[in-house]
Structures are given as structure tokens and as C-alpha cells.
């Protein structure tokens, strides 16, 4: 079962920031928090991930709020390319849990 | 550094027949994933390969099963496909296995319609 609850979707004004949520209220102190993205048809592509501190890279970043409850990912200026599912994902955590256990996501439009 | 590359990039196979397909990891990678994507199940886990040994396995029949290389290489064969089969099947490869701070870094996909 995902770990995770995203909205399922969400616009966003090209060339705005684009703020996905995602809360994983049950996340146990050793669980990551992962995002991926996925454009129509390709494989999923790795975004960001991070533990309890925030996170930028040059694609994103990820903050995540104290408790570690819920986290924020940022596309600072999104694209039209920039249009995909997003998966956020809470990996870790016992044996056996090193896969990525993906939900339904959040659908990303960017509008121009 | 080349990515996660997979072949055959599309299939169509039969009822009944048997199908392999083939992934190689980005160069250094050591952990092989497979996982499944359909409509209705989304993104699930099949297998986890490291160092030619299966580490871990997703909730699938018998008839999904794997294998991995002394280079890392790995292939995946499903037998006597079925209708539920056609999916698109991914690859991701990892630095390593069995840690989860480790991201992984997905393929294109083969696209697998069954008949």
C-alpha cells in the first residue's frame, strides 16, 4: 500500500512555480521521501530525495516540514515540458522494503 | 555516462508463448530492479537483482522470473503469456541494493502487447 496521499491533479501558469504537496503522515524516522516524475509512456525519471533536511538540486527542491509529515516539491519555473505524473514516495524502512512503491501520483499540467 | 537502456523496445507476442526481455544498467550500477506498469495496476515491483542473486520479489505468479550477469546485465522472462501480461515492463538500476537512500534510474521500458 503507498504511504503517501497526493491530489491527483494540478495546474500550473508556464513560467510560475509549481508547488506539488504530498503528506505521508505514518513516515517512520529512517523513511526517505522520494519523488519521480513520469511523461507520457517513458520511464519514471528521478527528481529529488531527502530524509528530514531540504533539499534543491537542478531540477527541484524538497522541503519537508519538521515532523516530516508532509513535504512540498518545487519546480521553481516550470516548463510545458515539465507536464507529467508526479510520484511522491515514502521508501524504506524492514527488510524487504528497498523497492519503490508507487501511487497513482499527481497529474502536472503546465498551461502556456 | 549512458542511461538504463532496454531491449527490445516493443513486443508483440501470442497467448501462451514465452518472452524475454533485457536490461543493462548505467555503467558502475550493481542493483537491477524490474517492475510492471498496466492502466488499471499502475507501477509494481516485479524483482530486485545484486550481484546475480534475486534480493527481493514483488507480488507475481511463478511464471515472472529473472536473472542477472556477471556484468550486471540482467533479463527478465515471463512464460505462457497472457492477455494481462501486455504492459509496459521497466528496468531501473542502482549504485547498490538494499538501501533505501540509494535512488534509481529507470529505462525507456519494452512495451509488450500480447495477443
Known amino acids: ?18 508547488n506539488l504537496p504530498c503528506n505521508h503522515s505514518t513516515i ?12 507520457h509512456s517513458q520511464g519514471p525519471q528521478y527528481i529529488i530525495h531527502g530524509l528530514k533536511n531540504n533539499e534543491t538540486n537542478e531540477m527541484a527542491s524538497l522541503i519537508i516540514t519538521e ?21 511522491c514516495i515514502v521508501r524504506g524502512s524492514g527488510a524487504g522494503s528497498y523497492q519503490l512503491t508507487f501511487g497513482k501520483g499527481t497529474k502536472l499540467s503546465v498551461i502556456p | 555516462k549512458a542511461g538504463v537502456t532496454q531491449t527490445p523496445r516493443y513486443l508483440i507476442k501470442t497467448r501462451g508463448q514465452q518472452v524475454t526481455l533485457s536490461c543493462s544498467p ?15 495496476q499502475g507501477l509494481q515491483f516485479l524483482f530486485e537483482y ?5 534480493r527481493n520479489k514483488g507480488n507475481f505468479p511463478g511464471r515472472f522470473s529473472g536473472r542477472q550477469f556477471s556484468n550486471s546485465r540482467s533479463e527478465m522472462n515471463v512464460s505462457t503469456l497472457e492477455l494481462g501480461d501486455s504492459a509496459l515492463y ?8 538494499g538501501r533505501w537512500s540509494y535512488e534509481q534510474y529507470f ?7 500480447v495477443t
Request: glycine share 6%.
Open chain 1, 1 to 18: 500500500d503507498a504511504k503517501t496521499t497526493q491530489p491527483p491533479s494540478m495546474d500550473c501558469a508556464e513560467g510560475r512555480a509549481a
Open chain 1, 28 to 39: 517512520s524516522g529512517n523513511e526517505y521521501v522520494y519523488w519521480y516524475r513520469q511523461i
Open chain 1, 67 to 87: 515532523d516530516r509529515k508532509s513535504s512540498t516539491l518545487i519546480l521553481p519555473h516550470a516548463t510545458l515540458r515539465d507536464t507529467a505524473v508526479y510520484y
Open chain 2, 26 to 40: 548505467i555503467s558502475g550500477h550493481r542493483s537491477v530492479s524490474w517492475y510492471q506498469q498496466t492502466p488499471g
Open chain 2, 50 to 54: 545484486f550481484s546475480e542473486t534475486q
Open chain 2, 90 to 97: 521497466l528496468c531501473a538500476s542502482s549504485p547498490s541494493a
Open chain 2, 107 to 113: 529505462g525507456p521500458g519494452t512495451r509488450l502487447t
